[in-house]
C-alpha cells in the first residue's frame, strides 16, 4: 500500500537525519549525495502525482455528485426522505409539485398530513414494513396536495443504510390517476363487452380459415363462441374448438352454406341467409349474417323457428277470427289513421242507427262523424295524439254520444288498442270494439243515485243499518256505526241479533210481530259504555225487521265530561294556588275563587259586584284589552304583609255570553327562584368572561354551549360563530380523529391534560385541562375546558435548561483546559529537561565509544560493549520521552490545525502491518482549540484501542464537518466484540471517550460483532 512506502520514506530520512552528523555529511562522496538528493527528487514527483490524482478523482466524484443531485431533482417520481417520526428530511423537486407545497414548507412535515384518511391505515402498515425489512414495500395510497384534488400515488419505501443511530427512509411516489381511471375503464369495456357478447339472445360464432398449401380454403375452425350458440347447437366451445367446421356439421357443404362462408372470407362481402334444418326429429329456421373478420369470418345466427311457426299458425287462425267477429254481438272494427276511416268492419254501425243507403252521400265515415256529441268529437279527432303515448298492449277505453235517425242519443262504449305501427312505432292502425250501453247507463245512474244517497248517510254519520230475517238473524249490517262496536262492514252477517245484544230481543219480538219500535240501547265495549238510539220497523216484503241505529255515544259522554270537568275545576281551584275570575264588559266581578285568592287575604266570591278596576287598578289596562276580544298573557305583583306576591295571568273573552275570563297563577316561589338563578347566572358570566384562562363547554353531543373573550383571542373564533356547533368542526380534518378521541374519554369520565392545540398555528404554548361535567347522580352530561397560556413558563424552563447546559459546557472545558495545561507542562518538562539531559548523556557515551573503539582495538572491549548497550537504552529513553511529550501536546495540532495533526497521527501509527487511512473534510481553517483537541484525542484513543485491543491490520478514519454538526466515523477489521459488552469504566477507554462526547453534548454509537470489526461514530452538535 501506498501508506506503508511513505511511511518507509519517512522512516529511511528519519533514519538519516538521526545517523548523519554535519562531520560525516562532509565526508560524503558527490555520489552519496547525488544518490540521496535524486531520492528527494523522486519522493517530491511522487507526491505531486499523488496531490493531481487526488485532484482528478475529487473532480470525477463532484461531477458524478451534480449528475446525481440534477437526476434526483429532474426525475419525473417524486423523492422523499423521512425520519424515523415520519417527518420529512428531504424531498425533489417532483414531490414538491405533486404534493403542490414549495421544498421549504416540506421540510419537517408530517407525509401523513398528505394521505387521505381512507389510506391512512395503508400508509402506516408500509411506514411499519419499511421499518422492519430491508426489502422495498410497495402499496398504492390517495394523497391530498395542499392545493388541488386528491389524487392516487403508486408509493415505493425502503429504509436506507446509515450509519447514524437514527434511521431514515426513501419514500417514490407516482402519480397514477390517470393509469387507474384507464385501467378502470379499459376492465369496464371488457366487461360490457364480454355481458354484451354473452348475453346476445342471437347466436355468435367466430371462425378462422383452414388453408391448404395453394392457400385454398379448406375447412374452418371455431376462435370464439357465445352461450346462446353453445346452447342451441348443445355443446361447448372448449369441445368444439379442436375440431372443425366440416367434422362437426358436414351438412353445411352440402347445402351450400360452406361455399358462402368462402365467398365471405374470400370477397369481403357480407351474406344474408335464412337455413332451414332438422334437428332431433324437430324443424329449425335460423336467420344468419356472415361477416368478414381478418381470415376468418363472424356468423351471427338468429332462432326464428317459433316466429316461423307462429306465422303458419297466423294464416290458421285467421278465418277463425273473421268468424267470431262477424258473429259477435259488439261492433268490431279497424281504423286506418292515415286515411282517417275504418278499412273493416263486422257490422253496418250505421243501418244499426237507422241510417239507410240514400241517407249516405259520400263515404259512410263522412256521415258518421257529423253525428257524433260536439262535447264527444274531440275523443276521434285526437286517436293519433292520444295513441301516441299509449304502450304495446294497453287499451284506450272511452264514451262516444251518437246521434240516431230518429233524434235520440245513443251511448257506445269503445275500447281500441294499437293494431299496425310504422318503422319509426307511430300507430297507423287501431282495432276496437264498440257496445251500446245506453239502456244500461240509464238504469246504473238511478241506481247509483240512489246507493250514493243511502252510502252517504251510512258513511258520514254513525248510524248502522240492520236487515233482520224473521227468525231473528242479521242479514244484513252495515255503516259507520259499526265502528264503535268493534266491527267492520259486514261483519256480523249470519249470527244473531238477539245474541248480539240479549237487551233488546223484547223490542225486536216486538217489531217481527209488525210494529214499530224506538228505544236507546246501551251496551259496553272494552270497557266502555257505548249508547245507540234505534229506529226498526216490519218490512212486509221478507216479513223480517228493517232498522236504523244512531250512535249517541258522544253525546251522552259529552254530558259526563261537563260534569268531570266542572269537578277538576273547582279540585284545581280549591287545592292549588289558582284564581278564577269571570267579569262582566264593566269590569265587575261576577264570580271570583280560588286557593290563590288566600295569597293576598282574600276569599271566595268575597270580590262579587264589586268593580276590578277600583280593587286592582294595575290590571285594568289587560283586561280593557280582554274585554275588547284580546287573549292576554301577562304577570302583575301585589303588596301583602310587606311582601309581593306576584301572579302570572291568561284573560279571554267568551263572546257568546260578553263576559271576560280571567285565570291567575300564583308564581311568587318561582320569581323568587328565578331571580336567584339569574343572580347567579350573572355571577357566573362575569367570572366567565374576566378569567384569563380560555373556558369552553360542551354538552353531551360534543357541542359547544359556552366560550369566552379569551378563547375568542386564542382560537381566533367570535362566540356567535361557535356556539351550537360541534368542536370537532373548529379543527382542520386530518385533526379530527385525535380530537374525538380525547372528547370521547372525557366524556367517559376521564380527566386529560393536553400541552397542544391540533392544527393552531401560533408561538404560543398552552395547557389544556379537559374535566368531566358531572349531574347530581354522578353522570356525566358535558365536559368544561380550560386552555391556560404557559409560553413564559416554558419560557423559564427552557432558559433555566440552557442555563444548566451551559454551566455543564463551561465545566466541561475548564476540565479539558486544565488537562491540556497539564499535558502541556509535562510534556515541555519532558522535552526541555529529561530529554536534553538524556540527549546528552547519550552523546558523551558515544564519543567514549569511538574514542574506544579507535585507540585501542578494533573489536570492542566488554566494557565498550557496555556503553553501546547504555547508549542504546538512552536512545530507546529519548525516543520514548518524544513520542511521549507528542502525544501530550501534538505539536503539528497547535502549529497546522486538525487536518494536518490527524493526517500526520495516521502516517505515524502506519505500519507493513497496520494501514491507517484518514479522511478529513473541512476544518480548513483552525477551529477552537478546546474542539480541535477533543476531536483529535478520541480519534487518537480509537485508533490506540483498535491497536491493543481489536488486532485489527486495516482501519478507517472519517472526520466530516457539516457546519451544524461534526461527524466522526471509525471502523476497523479487528476481532470486535460481542453486542451486549459494555466499555471500561476504567483508563482512557471507551467510557473516557463517552465522558468526552457527553461532555461536548454529543451522541456515540458502537455497531460490532464478534470476527466482524468495530465501527464507531459520533455526532457532535456545534
Known sequence: MQAHDNSKLRSRAEKLQRLVTVEEAAKMTPEEVR???????????????????????????????NKYVELYDTAPFGYLTLGQEGLITEANRSAAELLNLPRLHLQDKRFSMFVHPDSISEYYGLFRNAQNSTTQQRT????????????????????????????LYRFVFLDITEQKKASKALEKNEQLLSGIFNSSLNGIQVFKAVRDSNGVIDDFKWVLMNHTAEAFMQTTFARLQPSTLTQEAPDEVASGRFARYVQVVETGITQTFTAHFKKKDREHWLNCVALKMDDGFVLTTEDVTQQHQAHEQLKDSQHLIKTMAEAMPDFLYVEDLQLGRNVYNNRDFLAFLGYTAEDIKGHPRELLDTLLHPEDAPLISTHRQRFAQVSEGDFLEYQVRVKAKDGTWHTFNFRETVFKRNARQEPIQLVGTAQDITQRLRAEQELRQMHETVSSILRNLPIILWRISADGIIEQAVGSGLGVLGYQDHALEGTSFAALNPSVQPHLDAVLAGGKETFLGESEINGQKIYKQNFFFYDEATKGAIGFCLDVTEQKNAEAEARHRTFLLDQLLQNLPLVLAVIDLEGKYLEIKGKGLRSVGIQDNELVGKSMFEIFPILKNNIQDVLKGEVKSFTASFPHNGQNVHFQNFGFLDPHREIGIAFGIDITEQKVMQDKLMTEKEFSEKLLENSIDGIFALDQDQTITAWNKTLETIMGKPRK???????????????????????????????????????LET??????????????????????????????QKQRQQEETQYQLNQQKAVANAVLSAQEEERKRIAEALHNSLAQLLYAAKLNLEDLIQTDDVETDPTPTPNATSLKRISGFL???????????????????????????????????????????????GFEQKQAGILETALYRIVQELLNNAIKHASATEVL?????KGHQIMVRVEDNGVGMPSKAKPNSSGMGLATIQNRVKLLQGRMRITSNPEEGTVVTIHLNR
Not at 527528487?41 to 507526491?47: D, K, S, T
Not at 351550537?724 to 380523529?737: I, N, R
Not at 380530537?739 to 393536553?754: A, K, S
Not at 389544556?768 to 391556560?788: M, R, S, T, Y
Open 763 to 792: 408561538d404560543r404554548a398552552y395547557e389544556v385541562n379537559l374535566v368531566p361535567f358531572l349531574n347530581a347522580d354522578k353522570e356525566v352530561i358535558g365536559a368544561l375546558g380550560v386552555i391556560h397560556d404557559i409560553t413564559l
Open 35 to 65: 544518490t540521496m538528493i535524486q531520492e528527494l527528487q523522486i519522493y517530491q514527483i511522487e507526491l505531486e502525482m499523488q496531490n493531481h490524482q487526488l485532484a482528478q478523482t475529487t473532480a470525477e466524484l463532484e461531477q458524478a455528485r
Open 957 to 961: 478514519v472519517q472526520v466530516v464537518d
Open 875 to 921: 536512545e530507546d529513553a529519548i525516543k520514548e520521552t518524544r513520542t511521549l511529550a507528542h502525544e501530550l501536546i501534538p505539536k503539528a495540532l497547535q502549529d497546522f490545525g486538525l487536518k494536518i495533526a490527524l493526517r500526520d497521527l495516521a502516517h505515524r501509527l502506519s505500519t507493513d502491518n497496520f494501514s491507517v487511512q484518514c479522511v478529513v473534510t
Open 140 to 167: 398504492e395510497l390517495k394523497l391530498v396536495p395542499a392545493k388541488g384534488e386528491v389524487f392516487c400515488a403508486q408509493v415505493e419505501a425502503v429504509r436506507l443504510q446509515q450509519e447514524t443511530d437514527t434511521p
Open 721 to 759: 360563530a361557535v356556539l351550537g356547533q360541534p368542536l370537532v368542526s373548529l379543527f382542520p380534518e386530518e385533526h379530527h380523529e385525535k380530537v374525538n378521541l380525547h372528547l370521547n374519554r372525557v366524556l367517559e369520565g376521564h380527566r386529560i391534560t393536553l400541552y397542544e392545540i391540533p392544527g
